[in-house]
């Protein structure tokens, strides 16, 4: 007999394996004007959930016909491709995608539980190798009315859904609670405690089945209908798990109720209860569940809802106003205090204070006058507007920030495929344990063996819960990237926000990263009497007619101190020296030493000030009035708000920070020393950024990359994530994994302190879910009885395992209690003198390489022995033939290792021409 059910069981192991593992009946894709189309039915699982016969190159679109409502198929995620579409009830929606290599490329609904693959093979069409057709990854309704997945109404259609369902769930809990109730109490009341004033009636099996039939047939219809239809595509959820427990609970009470004679008095036990009251605690579990996966999706919602419905705009003169849709490119948009901006675009009179915290994540207002960009949603604090719509529609900064944020919480993290794996093996694993407990103890157990084998293989069924796996990295993904984005940090997929936690090195490039990226006013230091107003306003008056970056900046810093500029005569420029005029009728120098030893200045007074800004890493200018040197005034690109204390907080945090610029050494050095950072890699040329970021690779760390410009694009690629200055260039923005939309520093601090707690909370999800079910499901199986006599009633494992899916939901909504540490307030930096390195390009001479191994201010000592000149400027020994630049001066060519060092000397020639024993000639 024993052999008979062993062998029994092993055919229905092998039956199992061929009907989850076995070769599935494919979909197979029909061309349609160029485009790879599947229709897919969603009716508890995908139909077909194989698609072969799909070419790379060729655009696909999938034609998801849902048939069903409820919050599992309510979304269709491809994490290869970052689609994350809505999927509405009783509609066909269309996903669009390019696949570029061929593989198998999974799709899942949001819960992670039902899934299918999309496999690419063969060759690319000939006329799309080499790059192919560019298809926006997309998805739509196939009537074309509405975009899913970012539109205002499919939120709303979304919103609505999944109202309908809680309210669903809630009435079919009711009922099951009611119903079950009485039953429970009954048996309860029986069986644990012996009580004789329970009413005979109670205990009859007619009347429980009389109660509890509507619970399994209503209250469990959800998970029923959803449960076999799972079976039926040969794959299974937790929802085939509980529908197989409860029909096998609920059949072997049926027989006990109508055939009772079929059975010995032993075995003629009812569990009408039980599967009453493990239905009813499934579903409140999913009622639960849903409630709080609907605050996940919190942040979408708030974005989408910051857009305002309509807009006032002046078209031929009129002012009409129509739907925010309707606005046009070119509209000229009226904004009255107070009001939101419909759409993004450019300032062409007024000026008010906009509030951009909902977009940029930065609480102070922000002043925007003529010719300055403002964003839609953004709103307006003071003063009324007219803007010319630059961006409308899905081109706004809002719908983009909202298309990227919905890419990330479809993308796949790492650390998931794990869990992934697990899963899709998880649901048969459990079923083939469910069928050798029972064997087991058939076999070996206590009487009534059979009622005991029922009992545990059931709780097995019940017990397990594949949704906490499924769950555990897309929650805290969704509610991660979601934070991110309300705090304008834009995380364009799960494995930057993944990898951020685990950088070892940060690289800031300095121009518009540090600095703010143009040149400003910092010092005007008088030697004569009048005062730096006096000073700076002859100087500006005479810049007020030069068209050089640095004399605007002289210019506006004037103007901001409120001083009135003066007129001027006889303005002429010197090439290499400087400018001059006549104010008030006195000569006005502007300029280097030469300008001023031309006229016969003795500039001996400025130098030393002149020095110690040079030092410090601005541009000194000179200045001398009517003859007599009268002051030094400096113009550099000044530090960012916050920098100092963004890259103290980064190296708070373990992190090095190496700032990155094409600048000379001297400028870098002086930047490095005001914010704090001590490794500088100075004079990179554009094209060789990414090797800078892949030889840092190379010494086995963990590299991110901050840059605004075209040319940081390749370094941002190149970076294991790359983050983008939100002011910065599209170009920059599109290379990078995060986008820092205020363009303040402190966002990748933030980034990085989100990161490591979304991480914390995806490893609490997993141990949540991995150890429950590797604790749960043996304890079912009954592995303790025969030490302990412990076993695991159904009803209790039905609660366990309702709160184990509910427990990894709940813990990642803790995330969404993330707020940014504030940084603390750094007044001053330390001046500790940065290791400079000279940046060059690393595959062209990786072993010649230029490095300073000293400190900056301890230069010329390259290990080089080939070198035979010395740099005047710096001190740093060269090769003639390595030369960056070159000037004659007074006969002899003199040799520089920069170009940044040859603009120094062409500054103030005379100051090096004549170095130590005639250093640099040659």
């Given at each position: ?202 205990m009859n099996p007619w009347l429980q089945l009389a109660l509890i039939a509507p619970v399994m047939f209503y209250t469990g219809w959800p998970i029923h209908r959803t449960g076999w239809k799972a079976l039926s595509h040969r794959t299974a959820d937790m929802n085939s798990l509980i529908t197989l427990g409860t029909f096998a609970a609920f059949g072997y009470s049926l027989v006990v109720t109508f055939l009772p004679w079929l059975l010995p008095d032993a075995l003629r036990h009812v569990y009408y209860e039980a599967v009453g ?646």
């Amino acid at each position: 007999m024993s052999w008979l059910v062993i062998g029994g069981a092993v055919v229905v192991t092998g039956l199992l394996w061929w009907f989850f593992f076995g070769p599935k009946r494919a979909g197979q894709v029909s061309l349609e004007d160029g485009v790879q189309v599947v229709r897919v039915t969603v009716d508890g699982g995908y139909s077909p959930d194989v698609i072969e016969g799909v070419r790379p190159g060729v655009p696909v679109r999938l034609l998801f016909d849902r048939q069903e409502s409820g919050e599992c198929t309510s979304r269709v995620v491809m994490p290869d491709f970052k689609v994350n579409a809505a999927l509405p009830a009783f509609r066909t929606t269309a996903v669009e995608f390019l696949p570029t290599e061929t593989g198998e490329y999974r799709f899942a609904c949001g819960m992670n539980m039902v899934s299918g693959v999309v496999r690419v093979s063969g060759s690319p069409p000939a006329d799309t190798q080499g790059g192919g057709t560019v298809v926006e990854q997309a998805s739509r309704p196939v009537d074309g009315t509405t975009a899913a997945g970012g539109t205002a109404p499919d939120a709303e259609a979304e919103e609505a859904e999944r109202a309908a369902e809680i309210r669903d769930l809630t009435r079919r809990l009711l009922v099951g609670a009611v119903l079950s109730a009485p039953v429970l109490v009954a048996v309860m009341a029986v069986e644990l405690f012996q009580a004789m004033w329970v009413p005979e009636f109670l205990m009859n099996p007619w009347l429980q089945l009389a109660l509890i039939a509507p619970v399994m047939f209503y209250t469990g219809w959800p998970i029923h209908r959803t449960g076999w239809k799972a079976l039926s595509h040969r794959t299974a959820d937790m929802n085939s798990l509980i529908t197989l427990g409860t029909f096998a609970a609920f059949g072997y009470s049926l027989v006990v109720t109508f055939l009772p004679w079929l059975l010995p008095d032993a075995l003629r036990h009812v569990y009408y209860e039980a599967v009453g009251v493990i239905i009813t605690l499934i579903l409140l579990g999913r009622l639960l569940e849903t409630k709080a996966k609907a605050g996940t999706g919190e942040a979408i919602r708030a974005l989408i809802g910051l857009q305002p419905r309509t807009a006032r705009v002046e078209r031929d003169g009129a002012e009409l106003e129509v739907g925010v849709d309707e606005v046009r490119v070119g509209d000229i948009v009226l904004i009255r205090p107070g009001e939101k901006l419909p759409v993004d675009g450019e300032v062409t009179s007024g000026s008010s204070s906009i509030d951009e915290s909902m977009v940029t994540g930065e609480s102070m207002p922000v002043t925007k006058s003529v010719g300055d960009t403002v964003i839609g949603a953004t709103i307006n604090t003071t003063g009324a507007l007219r803007y010319r719509a630059t961006k409308v529609g899905a081109d706004t900064m809002l719908a983009q920030i909202i298309k990227l944020v919905r890419e990330a919480q479809g993308s796949k993290a790492p650390i998931q495929r794990l869990a992934d794996q697990v899963s899709s093996y998880f649901v048969p694993a459990v079923i083939v344990i469910a069928v050798w407990t029972f064997v087991a103890w058939v076999l070996v157990g206590p009487p009534p063996v059979f009622i005991f084998a029922l009992v545990a293989a059931v709780s097995v069924l019940i017990i397990a819960c594949p949704c906490a796996l499924g769950l555990a990295t897309p929650m805290s993904i969704t509610v991660g990237t979601g934070k991110g984005a309300a705090h304008g940090i834009l995380i364009r997929s799960a494995e930057a926000l993944e990898t951020a936690h685990k950088l070892q090195t940060i690289i800031l490039d300095k121009t518009g990263t540090l600095t703010r990226g143009v040149p400003a006013l910092t010092d005007v230091i008088p030697v004569t009497d009048g005062g730096e107003d006096r000073l700076l306003a002859a100087v500006a008056g005479v810049e007020r007619a030069s068209e050089h970056p640095l004399a605007a900046a002289i210019v506006a810093g004037a103007t901001e101190r409120g001083l009135a500029v003066p007129e001027v005569d006889g303005f002429e420029s010197v090439t290499g020296q400087g400018v001059m005029a006549r104010v008030d009728g006195l000569r006005v120098l502007v300029g280097n030493r030469r300008l001023l030893d031309a006229f016969g200045v003795d500039a001996a007074v400025l130098l030393a000030a002149h020095d110690r800004l040079a030092a410090e890493g601005k541009t000194a200018m000179l200045v001398a009035v009517d003859g007599h040197p009268a002051g030094v005034v400096a113009v550099a690109d000044t530090l960012k708000e916050g920098a100092p204390a963004a890259v103290a907080a980064l190296q708070a945090r373990g992190i090095e920070v190496v700032m990155m610029t094409g600048d000379n050494r001297h400028t870098a050095a002086a930047i490095a020393r005001q914010v704090g950072i001590t490794r500088v890699v100075a004079e990179v040329m554009p094209d060789h950024k990414a090797a800078e970021v892949r030889r840092l690779q190379a010494d086995g760390k963990v590299v991110g990359m901050v840059g605004d410009g075209i040319n940081d694009a390749p370094a941002l690629a190149q970076a294991d994530v790359g983050s983008a200055i939100g002011t910065g260039t599209d170009v920059a923005i599109e290379s990078s994994d995060i986008t820092l939309v205020s363009g303040a520093l402190v966002g990748i601090v933030t980034a990085v302190d989100l990161s490591r707690a979304t991480m914390r909370n995806i490893k609490q999800n997993l141990v949540f879910a991995f150890l429950y079910n590797i604790l749960g499901i043996p304890i079912a199986a009954g592995v303790l009885y025969p030490a302990f006599g412990i076993t695991l009633s159904p009803i209790i494992a039905a609660a366990a395992m309702a709160l184990s899916s509910l427990s990894v939901v709940a813990n990642a909504n803790r995330l969404r209690r993330f707020t940014p540490r504030p940084l603390a307030a750094t007044t001053q930096v330390a001046g500790v003198d940065p290791l400079v390195e000279v940046g060059g390009s690393v595959e062209a001479s990786h072993h010649t390489q230029r490095k300073e191994t000293t400190m900056f201010g301890l230069f010329g000592k390259k290990k080089d022995t080939t070198a035979k000149v010395v740099d005047p400027v710096c001190g740093m020994k060269i090769d003639p033939t390595d030369a960056a630049a070159t000037r004659d001066h007074d006969g002899p060519t003199i040799y520089f290792c920069s170009k940044g060092c040859a603009e120094t000397f062409d500054a103030d020639p005379h100051r090096y021409a004549h170095g130590p024993s005639g250093a640099g000639h040659h």
